[in-house]
Structure formats: C-alpha cells, structure tokens
C-alpha cells in the first residue's frame, strides 16, 4: 500500500516523500486507518517492523487538520532516553514541511536541557516524546498544562514494565483529561500488559503483526561454553574474526564493563555503553561507532532497541537473551538495508534451556560450532537436562 492511499495531508506527504517512504509495513497498513478513525489501539508489534511511523504519521495528520487548540496535544512514553531520541528524529523528518513541533524529554542531560525542555513544555509544544521518570518531574513543578491533551501513545509497554516504570505511567495519565486517544504498543503481550490494557484502553481496537524471524542473510551460530570460558573465548574470536563493526551484548553492565577491561588491555579499538555513563557520553560512543571511529561496542540491551545503526556485520550475545524476541532484536543490529550478517550466541550450561525455547520460536536449530581446542572441555548442549536454575548444574572455571 502506498502512502498517498491515506489520504494524508500533502504536506506530511512532502516529508515522507522527502525521507524516501514509498510503501507502507504491514503494521502501518493496519494500524495507520484505525488511528485515523479516532479508535483506541492495542498493538503486538516488535522494533523494526516500522511501528513509529505507524503511529506519528497518523498523529501528525490529525494535529494537522483537525481545529487547533492550545497546549500539548499529544505524548509519546518510552523506556529509554535513545528511543526518545530515535523517534524525535523520525519526527523531526516526517514533520519537516509541517508547523507541528516536537520534543524529547529525558533524563541525564544536563541544566541547559532541562531548561529547553522547561520553556518548550511550558509554551505547549504540540508532541512530547518522554521517559516516564523525568517527565514526572516536570509535571510536579506545576508548569505542564495536559488540558487540551488528545492522544496518549505507549511504546515498547512491556520493557516499561519490566523496567518497573507502572507506577509512573498511571502518575503521569493521572494529569490527562480521560477522553483522549491512547494508543499501547508492545512487542510481547503477557498478562500485565492485558491488565493494562483494561485500565487505560477504551473498547480498543487489536492488532497483532506476528513476531518476525531474523533475515535469512544472518548466520546464525552458537558455542556451547562454561561461563568462565566466554570472555576469553569473546577476546579469541575478536582477534580472528575479520569484522569492521561489531556489537557485543551482555546481560548485566557488570560484564559490560568487565569485558570492556578485558579487551582494551588486548589494545583492542572498543567502546562500552550502558546505564552508567551519562547521555553525553553515550552519544559520543554511538557517534564515534556510526563513524567507523570505534571498531567494538560492547553494550547492554539498551543498544538492541531502539538505536538505528546500519553496516554492523557481526553481532555477539555473551548472554542469551531473556526470550526470542529479545534474540531477534539484538541480531536484527545486524543484516540490515540488505546487507548480510554473522551472529555468535555463547551459551553456559545454566543458559541451555533458555535457549532451546528460542529455537523453538525460530523454528529451527543454531549450527553450534566447535571451541577451539585450547579451552579445554567444554558442556554437552543437551537443554532438557538443563533448565535454568537447576541446582544440579554447576559452573566450572575456565582453565587456561
């Protein structure tokens, strides 16, 4: 379906025609006419598959073309600070030849930005795109105005909540008029999202865009290790492997950090980021990467959703990831406009079980390649033997 076919307002067209948009997603397809129509939405629809647009295009439609009215019209609450970003520069794009203005607001900036936020929230920026802690923060000190606010979207629900942002998110709908459009976007819909759903939704309408499988031009591959073996086996298949980016996940930023140490003493051209460093910081890492700049990045999950970097051609989980999707959208950093990609999954004995439930979802089996010989003995992948947490497993220590 094209994008003319809404019936969009030409100069929202103008912006996406500037920003090369030809085609809508299949969640663009389905979500955009119901938003349209002014109906509340519950949406399964993982990163990747263009669900920010799916909602801004519709959004910015309406602002256009309905009567204008004062204040803030509509906010966007994510999880994280580099989602804001990503999709205040979306909207920076789709809204280019439009007089519709935008704003991220989130934490760890510094006074200069805190201020910029102040007076853009004060006069009534039309949307708001926020994480839920220092939007709070705002609206205690009294100069928000949510009166003639219309559309409420939640974006990546579930990592919200997981991220024990629940409480929040009901202080801040608490400064909204009720009569609004809320629109929840979610990549997985676990009972918590259903219940949700059911406070905040009005009759909504349900969407659900099956979860994707990787590209077929990722190879997909995994070892099979004890847990004292991965970073040595990590600083191993850096030293060989004939990559120009690549990303490194791990579970905690403890082993962020850890590994980071590791390899810099290697001299090896690496960068971490992680929760820890201040935003500043974290744009700089991703900016020297995007650049070419740095070679490595070893990153917590803040760096599989929600950050646009095209050209990454090897991605590394030290951990496995909580479930398949969060699998997809790490490896999805990689293989992407096209390009091919190479993923290595490393894989403890206590791991065995989580991973087998992701192969399960991908519908096949990872090659599991050899370890080299000179890390010793290493567990048989025998996953039914091994649920997490089995007291019967046990870690045994790399051995050099």
Same mark, same amino acid.
């Given at each position: 379906m094209n994008f003319t076919e809404f019936g969009f307002d030409q100069r929202l067209l103008d912006g996406i025609d500037a920003i090369n948009y030809?085609?809508? #997603?299949?969640?663009?397809? =389905?979500? $955009?006419?119901? /938003?349209?129509?002014? =109906?509340? $939405? $519950?949406?399964?629809?993982?990163? &990747? #598959? &263009? =669900? #920010?647009?799916?909602?801004?295009?519709?959004?910015?439609n309406r602002l256009l073309t309905e009567p204008e009215t004062p204040g803030i =019209?509509? /906010?966007?609450?994510?999880?994280?600070r580099e989602l804001a970003v990503q999709i205040e520069q979306n909207m920076e794009g789709l809204s280019y030849f439009t007089p519709i203005s935008a704003i991220a607001v989130y934490g760890g900036g510094d006074g200069t930005s805190f201020t910029t936020e102040k007076q853009a929230l004060s006069k009534g920026t039309e949307l708001v795109i926020c994480t839920p802690g220092r939007m709070i923060t705002h609206l205690n000190m009294g100069y928000v105005n949510l009166d003639n606010l219309e559309y409420l979207i939640l974006d990546e629900a579930d990592r919200m909540l997981d991220m024990g942002f629940n409480e929040d998110i009901m202080k801040i709908m608490s400064f909204m008029p009720k009569k609004r459009q809320t629109l929840l976007f979610s990549a997985t819909m676990p009972p918590k999202i259903r219940d949700l759903a059911r406070k905040i939704l009005n009759d909504p309408e349900e969407v659900n865009i099956a979860i994707s499988k990787p590209p077929a031009k990722i190879s997909q591959n995994a070892f099979v290790v004890y847990e004292g073996q991965k970073a040595p086996l990590v600083k191993h298949l850096l030293s060989k492997v004939q990559f120009t980016s690549i990303v490194v996940f791990c579970g905690t930023k403890q082993k962020v950090k850890s590994l980071t140490q590791l390899l810099l003493k290697a001299r090896m051209p690496v960068a971490e980021i992680h929760s820890d460093l201040e935003q500043s910081e974290r744009e700089k890492v991703v900016a020297d990467f995007k650049a070419k700049r740095t070679k490595i990045i070893i990153a917590t999950d803040i760096l599989s959703r929600g950050i646009d970097i095209d050209g990454i051609d090897l991605v590394i989980n030290f951990d496995v990831p909580h479930d398949g999707e969060d699998y997809i959208h790490r490896i999805g950093r990689t293989a992407r406009a096209e390009t091919s990609g190479t993923a290595y999954t490393l894989i403890s004995e206590s791991e065995q079980y989580k991973f087998a439930v992701i192969e399960k979802l991908l519908g096949s089996a990872v090659n599991k390649l050899p370890v080299p010989e000179e890390f010793g003995a290493v567990p048989a992948y025998n996953p039914s033997a091994r649920r997490e947490g089995d007291k019967k497993n046990f870690r045994r220590p790399f051995k050099k």
């Open positions: 030809t085609t809508a #997603t299949p969640v663009q397809e =389905k979500v $955009i006419p119901i /938003i349209l129509q002014g =109906k509340d $939405i $519950i949406a399964s629809a993982q990163t &990747g #598959t &263009g =669900k #920010t647009a799916a909602f801004l295009l519709p959004v910015i =019209k509509a /906010i966007v609450i994510v999880p994280t």
